[in-house]
């Protein structure tokens, strides 16, 4: 496994602003996914950063609105730009990185970070 | 697409055996399960790979069925230590992102 920090690990920002989220992994990791998870449900992808090319966004968010950083294989930042009440929510970071007893890929999550839009 | 998760949500006593299932509308590559207390950020359990395989260790275990389309983990002899929301994360063939289902939330009680 690796050790995973994110900053800050909770905020409170006003609407309009905009929050950046720092990652930063303890190895070397080609790839890193940024999620979102409302209160009690389940974790959505936001996109994949991969180091040295565009992050890969799913349906639903866009560039303009949740850019991404992937400046080397240790850190990747996320943010949550223009915000609104609606994107409050747990913000977590993962890197895929080998695992278990049989060293198969898997995703380690970040200890995410929580943000309130007021 | 989201796979299903059944039951949503599960009360049982210290000691008493709980099925969570993982239910894809098409065939998968893997299938990543994962424990999430409240507050806290999701832990890897296992990953299972083969059609008709069945892993674990200690008292928790899954198995993926031949058409790879549908996982169960078992947890046997649950612990308090046990609770917490199960996701599992599906894997599509040449798509190296997981998908996670809808979540069951277990609950232990003394």
């Known amino acids: 496994s690796a050790v995973i920090s994110q900053k800050p690990s909770r905020d409170i920002c006003q609407r309009g602003t905009s929050l950046t989220i720092q990652c930063q992994v303890d190895?070397?990791?080609?790839?890193m996914f940024w999620y979102r998870q409302q209160p009690g449900q389940s974790l959505t992808l936001i996109a994949t950063?991969?180091?040295?090319?565009?992050?890969?966004?799913e349906s639903g968010f866009v560039i303009d609105k949740f850019p991404i950083s992937r400046p080397n294989l240790t850190f990747s930042t996320l943010t949550v730009s223009n915000m609104s009440p609606e994107d409050s929510s747990i913000y977590l970071c993962?890197?895929?990185?080998?695992?278990?007893?049989?060293?198969?890929?898997?995703?380690?999550f970040g200890p995410g970070t929580r943000l309130l839009v007021l | 697409q989201q796979p299903v998760q059944s039951p949503q949500a599960v009360i049982l006593r210290e000691g008493e055996d709980a099925v969570i299932n993982c239910s894809s509308s098409?065939?998968?590559?893997?299938v990543h399960w994962y424990r999430q207390k409240h507050g806290e950020a999701p832990v890897f359990l296992m990953i299972?790979?083969?059609?008709?395989e069945q892993k674990g260790h200690d008292k928790i275990s899954a198995s993926f069925n031949e058409k790879k389309q549908q996982s169960s983990l078992y947890l046997t002899a649950s612990q308090l230590s046990y609770s917490g929301t199960y996701f599992c994360?599906?894997?599509?063939?040449?798509?190296?992102?997981?998908?996670f289902g809808t979540g069951t939330r277990l609950t232990i009680i003394p």
């Open positions: 993962s890197v895929e990185l080998a695992g278990g007893p049989e060293y198969q890929e898997t995703q380690y």
């Open positions: 190895s070397q990791v080609t790839m």
């Open positions: 950063a991969n180091q040295g090319s565009e992050a890969t966004y």
């Open positions: 098409k065939a998968l590559y893997s």
């Open positions: 299972l790979l083969k059609g008709g």
């Open positions: 994360g599906t894997e599509d063939f040449g798509n190296e992102k997981l998908t």
